[in-house]
């Protein structure tokens, strides 16, 4: 079992940035590929990020990338999302995920955390 906590929220205007951070638990995080995903209202979740096991390889979805950094410290089992060049269109529940390697399903998410940008 995984539980995965989100921190960093909050309101910040057009522009501006945000650095999330998703705690684990356990002693396995390092063996687990990482994710952020996001859900604005009225809308779908949708795929930001991910990073794989040793942090060395990073994927972005074509609306942040350039915009967001993803990063994982294994020793503190934390990932983080930074987020640079804020857009009211990000506003969103921002969630982070983690799935085994070798497996397509994010079998474990956190509560979210609100990011919400203004114009």
């Known amino acids: 079992q995984v539980q995965l906590v989100e921190s960093g929220g909050g309101l910040v205007q057009t522009g501006g940035s945000l650095r999330l951070s998703c705690a684990a638990s356990?002693?396995?995080?390092?063996?687990?590929?990482m994710g952020w995903f996001r859900q604005a209202p009225g809308k779908e979740r949708e795929f930001v990020a991910r990073i794989s096991t040793s942090g060395a390889v990073t994927y972005y979805a074509d609306s942040v990338k350039g915009r967001f950094t993803i990063s994982r410290d294994n020793a503190k089992n934390t990932v983080y999302l930074q987020m640079n060049s804020l857009k009211p269109e990000d506003t969103a529940v921002y969630y982070c995920?983690?799935?085994?390697?070798?497996?397509?399903?994010?079998?474990?998410w956190g509560q979210g955390t609100q990011v919400t940008v203004s114009s």
């Open positions: 356990g002693r396995t995080f390092f063996t687990y590929v």
């Open positions: 995920a983690s799935r085994r390697t070798g497996t397509n399903d994010y079998g474990y």
